[in-house]
């Protein structure tokens, strides 16, 4: 059992290291989908530090509870402050696009803060 939890663990991981540092490569095209006036390459570098720290920390099993729930506030953060903008802009075909994983990152956060909140803490 411990080894199956070792490998979804890892496998959660790199699915979320992947992200990170897919937001790396792409921050400039990120960057345009950011409602804010200033700072958005910043801000998309800040999220793809917040989620490669926190999956580099849940493959190594430190603060692998406290790295889920960072995970899962900032895809909602993240999510909801793409796509509630996007949907007033819905006629437009790259919006249409953006609003999809946006979508998804809404979807997996809610999905992480049930389980996440249903499950016992270690050592209760």
Known sequence: MKIAIL????LAGVLFLATGIFHF??????????????G???FVLLIASIISISSILVMLGKYVRESFF???IT???????????TIHYSNDQYLKLIQIPN????????????????????GN
């Open 7 to 10: 490998i979804l663990r890892i």
């Open 25 to 38: 490569m792409n921050y400039e095209v990120m960057a345009v989908y950011v409602p804010l006036p200033v």
């Open 40 to 42: 958005s390459k910043y």
């Open 70 to 72: 960072t995970i899962a």
């Open 75 to 85: 895809f909602a953060i993240t999510g909801l402050m793409i796509l509630i903008p």
């Open 103 to 122: 979508l998804y990152k809404v979807v997996i956060a809610t999905v992480m803060f049930i389980a996440l909140i249903a499950s016992k803490p270690k």
